[in-house]
Each structure stands twice: as structure tokens, then as C-alpha cells.
């Protein structure tokens, strides 16, 4: 790898600043996500005994700002009451978040209920565990496999029929959970679930095409224009659209300016997550980053990652999984990751033989042994790579019978090993187990974090039937009752918590007029990208950064940190207060045009515009109390609501509501 600048080298925090002219960081950094490499080369996920996703204590970030301090700041309550006030306010405000999201097992028992062990009668909280019940060793699965998960059991629908349309399947769903959002509003749920976070824009495209005819435009994206900030993001990140060739051709003067390629696609991935209005498809892509990993940063792969983003991910997100499963197989980036490089009929690696069985197709140990892993990686040897280019090198093929879950080949001819590769390739891609483990994966995205098996046998059937095809996938999905009667069945992950804040602000991608840089060399909306990106890296939670090939848990419980939550609501109120200097923003008083002129008409209007819902009375207090003990509902306001509207927003962006999807 190239020597460059890493900011991650240093101390726990960052502080405020920008990057110089070669992309330096003016702030220190913290312990480096990306050191450990995939399976034998660092870390191990959480669920196959290592650490997982890290969390930063928030006590070391830095301090907000004087106007209204970070809620996790230490403070003399005696000298300070109106400091007191906030916290206490904000605790009762996001009380139901915390309970969600604060402590696994036990965040789950206080928002839905008392769950129970496995194997056992839920409403039998107390029951012995049943040991006869078989461990999960799906990533996402065996972290509900317990009290947790029972307790979200509980309140997901166990079984739902299929219908002609989403909408036809909308109007008949009957939402029966426990949730603080509202249960008859499909547009808010579909929202929230297709999209990186709703905004008026969406919203108002659902409401015009109707709910139907919005699922069919999402899911031709080619027909949806590219929006002003993905226009900037693909002109202004230099080195994601430059082949191999080209960036190899230029790396020695991109250093210099301190643009890396790796880097920017990181970037772009933010860019097109906060600025696109093709968001199914932008999920798709996300789900998919996180489905067939492959880590943003990795030695010898510097040039070769944003190839495959965009001629693997992004070619086939909403196209057949089994010619995105080929494709990768045939990718330099993902056999460098995985050291196919290195197996040869003489000395064989089994990495991505395993992973190419237990991550991207028919799931960990899901009808298969050690023996078809073992097949596998000497069925593929002789795939390569040269000059970061793929290559079949038929004189390390090896050559001899094989047998790998069901698919048996004489496999005779070296030179015809790439051909009988790929149709191995395309077996398991479309085997019946990978079936039931895509959609597994893609209802707990987009449903639950347990869906109900009904949903999931639905899924699986029509990824059989269609081949692999995703767009089919996801319309049996929608055109079933599960998914509309699932409200309040998914937390946004970190990542997702500041994409949806940044959207519901509409956070525009040009730099406000009087704008300053010291960087000649990027564009303001890159280096304002880079801003966003190390916050996400802080949260553990930054598009494509685990080093692991599982992807990120989609999971709540895998993202269970107090911490983490606290300082998401610290960067909302940097947002609302213009923080990331490089984008613009509306004033948080300028949100309402001709805002109301008493506090609770004042706050409604906010909620439906940042979270479409309006919140309870007792959360109405809560909020009404950040700015003033005294305000009630019916107080007269000004556009700055007496002073605190920064407060309001941020607390409205601390309810339960927005930490729901």
C-alpha cells in the first residue's frame, strides 16, 4: 500500500477542523477500524468471537457548542439548572430511543415487552432454558436468537397474505403492535423503509404517484434524474468514475493533492445516500455493500474497489443476485480481499471458497461441510489476478472430480476450469438454501429483525422462480401484509439515524455564498463528505468500512450504545446549526414558513415536516420545558420559539420516532 496519511492515527477524538491541501485531517484521530483484514488477517466479527462494531465513550469527544451544550457534558447542577433542565428534558424526550436502542435484552423487555429464552412459551418469561434448540450462525440471526429477539417476536406479525399490489396489500394490513408511530399511515412507513430517511420531497412523490405507481418509478431508477448533489458528487470525487489504468496513472500526483481513491468511495457512497432521489435503489446498493463485503480499505485494493461498486453492486443491485454473484467471483477487489490470488492446485486457500458459501449464497452451514468448502477452493483454484486485473491461470487449476453440495463435475480439462467455475458459480448462486438466506437477509433490512417466516418463504419462492431477480424479490415483499403491518419494527442504525436527520433538514450539497477554503484541492461539498464520513467512523457505522467480509449487523442489538446514540443527537444540532459549514442548510427558524404563533401549533408543525407524526402530550411538554419550565402549548412564540428553536429541533430529532424507520 502506498504510503499516505492516516487519519485515523492518534488520539480518541476528533477535534473540530478541515483538510489542507494534500487532505490532511486538522484534528487528531482514533484506533484504526480498518487494521484487521478479512478471515486469518485481523479481527473476527462479533459473532464468530471477536469484538464487533466499536463504540467511542462520548465523555471523550469533544464539547458542543456554548449555545447549547452537548446533553452528555459534565455540569455543577446547582450553577447550572438550565443545563439540569435540558438533560432531564431530553432523557424523558428520547426515553422510549434509549429503552430501544441503550441495552440489548433489556431494551427490548421496556419498549416491547417481557420476552422469553428459546424453545420456550413466550409468555413464560421464567422458563428454563431449552438447550436442544440449534445455535443461529447467521450474523443477524444470532443476535436475536434469545430474549431479545423473543421480545421483538412478540410484536411482529406471525403470519400475512399476498396481494395483487403493495397498495392493495397497504389497505389491508392491520398493524397490532406495540408503537409510539402511527399505524394507519403507509406512506410514512413506506417512506421511511425505502429511503435513507424521508423528506417533504418523498413524501410528496408518494402522495402524487400514489403508493403503487412510486415502487414502480423507484424501481427503474434509470428513469429518475440525477439530482444536483449526485451531479456535483460525480464530478467533484475525482477518482471514482477513473479506471485501473487511469488511477494508476495518476496515483503519484492524486497523492500529492491528498486524494486516494479508496477514500472517495466512501465519499460517494454518503453523497448518494443523503442527495439521491433513486433511494430504493441506493438501499439496494447499501444492503448489498454489506450482503457481498468487501472492506473500503484494503491493502491492494486501493484501485480496484470503486470497479467493483460500480460494474458489480451497482450494475445488478436491482437486477439477478446469481450475475452479481458471477461478476464478483471474476472481480480483482474481491479475490484480493479474500487471497484467491494465493490458492493454487499445489496450495490451497479456502477463504473465499468459504465465504463465497457461508456469506454469499447459502449461508453458514446451511447444508454444507468442510468437505464441499474444501471441494470448492480446489474447484476455483487458478483464479487470479495480475497487475490488479482478474486472469484464469489454467496451469494452477486443479484438475479432478468434484463434488460441493449437489454439484458434481469431472472437471477434467484445465483450460475448461473457468467454464465449470462459473456454472458452480450459478448453482449455488441459485440453490434453494441461498434462496431462503437472501431473503432472510433482505426482510430483516427491510421489515423486522426477526421476519415472519411466512414473509420469508414468500421471498424465497420468487427468487427461485425469477431467478435471482431482486426487483421481483422486493415486490413480493411489498405486496404482502408483513411488511405494511411491521411499523416500529426497525431502529435506524447509526449511519442511517444521520442520513435520515440530514434529509428530513434537506441539507443542499453547494457551499453557502462567503465560503472559504484553504483546500485548492477539493471541492467543498468533497471535504464537508469527508466531515460526515469520520463522524460515521466515530459511530462504527461508515459505508463500507468494516474490515470483516460478514458487512455490518442489521440488527438493533448490534448497535446497542448509549454512547453512540448521545453523540447522534449532538451531531443532529450540528447540522440544524449549519455546523457542516461546506453544505447549506435552512435556519432552523426559517423550517416553518409563517411558523404558528403559539408553541404547540409552533412544535406540531415541526414534527410533521422533520418526522411526519405528531408527538404526544407528554413529549409535547417535555420538548415545550428545553426552552422554558413555564411554557405550555397555548405560550405565544416567535419564528426562533423564544430563543430555543435549535433545542426544539434537536430534541424532536431525539424522539423514538425518528430512531424508528
Same mark, same amino acid.
Request: proline share 6%.
Given at each position: 500500500?502506498?504510503?499516505?496519511?492516516?487519519?485515523?492515527?492518534?488520539?480518541?477524538?476528533?477535534?473540530?477542523?478541515?483538510?489542507?491541501?494534500?487532505?490532511?485531517?486538522?484534528?487528531?484521530?482514533?484506533?484504526?477500524?480498518?487494521?484487521?483484514?478479512?478471515?486469518?488477517?485481523?479481527?473476527?466479527?462479533?459473532?464468530?468471537?471477536?469484538?464487533?462494531?466499536?463504540?467511542?465513550?462520548?465523555?471523550?469527544?469533544?464539547?458542543?457548542?456554548?449555545?447549547?451544550?452537548?446533553?452528555?457534558?459534565?455540569?455543577?447542577?446547582?450553577?447550572?439548572?438550565?443545563?439540569?433542565?435540558?438533560?432531564?428534558?431530553?432523557?424523558?424526550?428520547?426515553?422510549?430511543?434509549?429503552?430501544?436502542?441503550?441495552?440489548?435484552?433489556?431494551?427490548?423487555?421496556?419498549?416491547?415487552?417481557?420476552?422469553?429464552?428459546?424453545?420456550?412459551?413466550?409468555?413464560?418469561?421464567?422458563?428454563?432454558?431449552?438447550?436442544?434448540?440449534?445455535?443461529?450462525?447467521?450474523?443477524?440471526?444470532?443476535?436475536?436468537?434469545?430474549?431479545?429477539?423473543?421480545?421483538?417476536?412478540?410484536?411482529?406479525?406471525?403470519?400475512?397474505?399476498? #396481494?395483487?399490489?403493495?397498495?392493495?396489500?397497504?389497505?389491508?394490513?392491520?398493524?397490532?403492535?406495540?408503537?409510539?408511530?402511527?399505524?394507519?399511515?403507509?406512506?410514512?412507513?413506506?417512506?421511511?423503509?425505502?429511503?435513507?430517511?424521508?423528506?417533504?420531497?418523498?413524501?410528496?412523490?408518494?402522495?402524487? *404517484?400514489?403508493?403503487?405507481?412510486?415502487?414502480?418509478?423507484?424501481?427503474?431508477?434509470?428513469?429518475?434524474?440525477?439530482?444536483?448533489?449526485?451531479?456535483?458528487?460525480?464530478?467533484?470525487?475525482?477518482?471514482?468514475?477513473?479506471?485501473?489504468?487511469?488511477?494508476?496513472?495518476?496515483?503519484?500526483?492524486?497523492?500529492?493533492?491528498?486524494?486516494?481513491?479508496?477514500?472517495?468511495?466512501?465519499?460517494?457512497?454518503?453523497?448518494?445516500? *443523503? #442527495?439521491?432521489?433513486?433511494?430504493?435503489?441506493?438501499?439496494?446498493?447499501?444492503?448489498?455493500?454489506?450482503?457481498?463485503?468487501?472492506?473500503?480499505?484494503?491493502?491492494?485494493?486501493?484501485?480496484?474497489?470503486?470497479?467493483?461498486?460500480?460494474?458489480?453492486?451497482?450494475?445488478?443491485?436491482?437486477?439477478?443476485?446469481?450475475?452479481?454473484?458471477?461478476?464478483?467471483?471474476?472481480?480483482?477487489?474481491?479475490?484480493?480481499?479474500?487471497?484467491?490470488?494465493?490458492?493454487?492446485?499445489?496450495?490451497?486457500?479456502?477463504?473465499?471458497?468459504?465465504?463465497?458459501?457461508?456469506?454469499?449464497?447459502?449461508?453458514?452451514?446451511?447444508?454444507?461441510?468442510?468437505?464441499?468448502?474444501?471441494?470448492?477452493?480446489?474447484?476455483?483454484?487458478?483464479?487470479?489476478?495480475?497487475?490488479?486485473?482478474?486472469?484464469?491461470?489454467?496451469?494452477?487449476?486443479?484438475?479432478?472430480?468434484?463434488?460441493?453440495?449437489?454439484?458434481?463435475?469431472?472437471?477434467?480439462?484445465?483450460?475448461?476450469?473457468?467454464?465449470?467455475?462459473?456454472?458452480?458459480?450459478?448453482?449455488?448462486?441459485?440453490?434453494?438454501?441461498?434462496?431462503?438466506?437472501?431473503?432472510?437477509?433482505?426482510?430483516?433490512?427491510?421489515?423486522?429483525?426477526?421476519?415472519?417466516?411466512?414473509?420469508?418463504?414468500?421471498?424465497?419462492?420468487?427468487?427461485?422462480?425469477?431467478?435471482?431477480?431482486?426487483?421481483?424479490?422486493?415486490?413480493?415483499?411489498?405486496?404482502?401484509?408483513?411488511?405494511?403491518?411491521?411499523?416500529?419494527?426497525?431502529?435506524?442504525?447509526?449511519?442511517?439515524?444521520?442520513?435520515?436527520?440530514?434529509?428530513?433538514?434537506?441539507?443542499?450539497?453547494?457551499?453557502?455564498?462567503?465560503?472559504?477554503?484553504?483546500?485548492?484541492?477539493?471541492?467543498?461539498?468533497?471535504?464537508?463528505?469527508?466531515?460526515?464520513?469520520?463522524?460515521?467512523?466515530? #459511530?462504527?457505522?461508515?459505508?463500507?468500512?468494516?474490515? $470483516?467480509?460478514?458487512?455490518?449487523?442489521?440488527?438493533?442489538?448490534?448497535?446497542?450504545?448509549?454512547?453512540?446514540?448521545?453523540?447522534?443527537?449532538?451531531?443532529?444540532?450540528?447540522?440544524?446549526?449549519?455546523?457542516?459549514?461546506?453544505?447549506?442548510?435552512?435556519?432552523?427558524?426559517?423550517?416553518?414558513?409563517?411558523?404558528?404563533?403559539?408553541?404547540?401549533?409552533?412544535?406540531?408543525?415541526?414534527?410533521?415536516? *422533520?418526522?411526519?407524526?405528531?408527538?404526544?402530550?407528554?413529549?409535547? $411538554?417535555?420538548?415545550?420545558?428545553?426552552?422554558?419550565?413555564?411554557?405550555?402549548?397555548?405560550?405565544?412564540?416567535?419564528?426562533?420559539?423564544?430563543?430555543?428553536?435549535?433545542?426544539?429541533?434537536?430534541?424532536?430529532?431525539?424522539?423514538?420516532?425518528?430512531?424508528?424507520?
Amino acid at each position: 500500500m502506498n504510503e499516505r496519511y492516516d487519519p485515523y492515527a492518534g488520539d480518541s477524538y476528533y477535534e473540530s477542523g478541515y483538510e489542507d491541501q494534500t487532505g490532511r485531517y486538522g484534528r487528531p484521530g482514533y484506533g484504526d477500524p480498518r487494521s484487521a483484514g478479512p478471515r486469518g488477517h485481523g479481527s473476527m466479527p462479533a459473532d464468530r468471537g471477536g469484538s464487533g462494531p466499536h463504540f467511542y465513550d462520548p465523555n471523550a469527544m469533544p464539547r458542543g457548542r456554548e449555545a447549547l451544550p452537548d446533553i452528555d457534558d459534565e455540569a455543577d447542577y446547582d450553577d447550572e439548572p438550565s443545563n439540569w433542565r435540558r438533560r432531564s428534558a431530553m432523557i424523558a424526550i428520547g426515553g422510549g430511543a434509549a429503552a430501544l436502542i441503550g441495552g440489548g435484552a433489556y431494551a427490548v423487555t421496556q419498549f416491547f415487552g417481557k420476552g422469553a429464552h428459546p424453545g420456550t412459551d413466550p409468555a413464560a418469561a421464567d422458563a428454563p432454558v431449552d438447550n436442544t434448540i440449534p445455535a443461529y450462525v447467521d450474523q443477524n440471526q444470532s443476535l436475536m436468537n434469545g430474549e431479545a429477539g423473543l421480545g421483538i417476536r412478540k410484536n411482529t406479525p406471525t403470519s400475512g397474505a399476498s #396481494f395483487g399490489t403493495p397498495g392493495d396489500a397497504a389497505k389491508a394490513a392491520v398493524v397490532k403492535a406495540n408503537t409510539v408511530l402511527p399505524k394507519k399511515d403507509p406512506v410514512r412507513h413506506l417512506a421511511s423503509r425505502l429511503t435513507f430517511g424521508p423528506n417533504a420531497k418523498v413524501i410528496s412523490d408518494i402522495n402524487k *404517484l400514489g403508493i403503487n405507481g412510486w415502487i414502480d418509478k423507484q424501481l427503474k431508477p434509470e428513469t429518475i434524474p440525477l439530482t444536483r448533489g449526485e451531479q456535483k458528487a460525480d464530478a467533484e470525487l475525482v477518482t471514482y468514475a477513473m479506471s485501473y489504468d487511469q488511477l494508476k496513472a495518476q496515483r503519484e500526483d492524486l497523492d500529492k493533492k491528498g486524494i486516494h481513491a479508496d477514500d472517495q468511495n466512501v465519499r460517494y457512497a454518503i453523497a448518494k445516500q *443523503l #442527495f439521491s432521489d433513486r433511494q430504493l435503489f441506493e438501499m439496494m446498493v447499501d444492503f448489498f455493500q454489506d450482503f457481498l463485503h468487501v472492506a473500503a480499505f484494503h491493502d491492494g485494493n486501493e484501485l480496484t474497489r470503486a470497479s467493483f461498486d460500480r460494474d458489480v453492486i451497482r450494475k445488478y443491485a436491482l437486477g439477478n443476485y446469481v450475475d452479481m454473484f458471477v461478476a464478483a467471483n471474476k472481480h480483482p477487489a474481491l479475490l484480493i480481499y479474500l487471497d484467491q490470488q494465493q490458492s493454487t492446485k499445489d496450495q490451497v486457500n479456502e477463504n473465499l471458497a468459504r465465504e463465497n458459501l457461508e456469506l454469499y449464497t447459502v449461508g453458514a452451514f446451511n447444508g454444507y461441510n468442510e468437505t464441499d468448502v474444501r471441494q470448492a477452493a480446489m474447484l476455483q483454484t487458478g483464479r487470479s489476478v495480475r497487475d490488479n486485473q482478474y486472469v484464469y491461470r489454467p496451469e494452477q487449476h486443479y484438475v479432478g472430480p468434484v463434488k460441493i453440495m449437489g454439484f458434481t463435475h469431472p472437471n477434467g480439462d484445465a483450460k475448461a476450469g473457468e467454464a465449470v467455475q462459473e456454472a458452480y458459480f450459478r448453482y449455488i448462486a441459485l440453490h434453494p438454501n441461498t434462496a431462503q438466506y437472501m431473503a432472510q437477509n433482505l426482510a430483516t433490512r427491510f421489515v423486522s429483525d426477526v421476519p415472519p417466516k411466512t414473509l420469508v418463504d414468500a421471498m424465497a419462492k420468487t427468487y427461485l422462480d425469477k431467478k435471482s431477480n431482486m426487483s421481483a424479490v422486493l415486490m413480493t415483499m411489498l405486496s404482502r401484509t408483513e411488511f405494511w403491518e411491521s411499523v416500529g419494527q426497525k431502529v435506524r442504525r447509526p449511519g442511517e439515524y444521520l442520513t435520515a436527520t440530514y434529509r428530513a433538514l434537506e441539507i443542499g450539497a453547494d457551499a453557502p455564498a462567503g465560503f472559504t477554503s484553504n483546500n485548492t484541492n477539493m471541492s467543498p461539498m468533497v471535504q464537508g463528505l469527508g466531515d460526515i464520513m469520520r463522524k460515521l467512523e466515530e #459511530f462504527g457505522h461508515a459505508p463500507m468500512e468494516l474490515p $470483516t467480509p460478514n458487512g455490518y449487523a442489521d440488527v438493533y442489538v448490534a448497535w446497542t450504545s448509549a454512547g453512540t446514540m448521545v453523540n447522534q443527537w449532538n451531531d443532529a444540532y450540528t447540522a440544524i446549526t449549519g455546523g457542516r459549514r461546506q453544505f447549506t442548510w435552512t435556519k432552523p427558524e426559517a423550517l416553518i414558513a409563517n411558523p404558528p404563533g403559539t408553541a404547540g401549533a409552533y412544535l406540531d408543525a415541526l414534527t410533521k415536516k *422533520l418526522i411526519n407524526v405528531t408527538l404526544d402530550n407528554d413529549r409535547k $411538554t417535555a420538548i415545550l420545558h428545553i426552552v422554558s419550565p413555564t411554557m405550555t402549548a397555548s405560550t405565544p412564540v416567535d419564528a426562533t420559539f423564544n430563543g430555543g428553536i435549535a433545542a426544539v429541533v434537536r430534541a424532536i430529532f431525539a424522539t423514538p420516532h425518528h430512531h424508528l424507520r
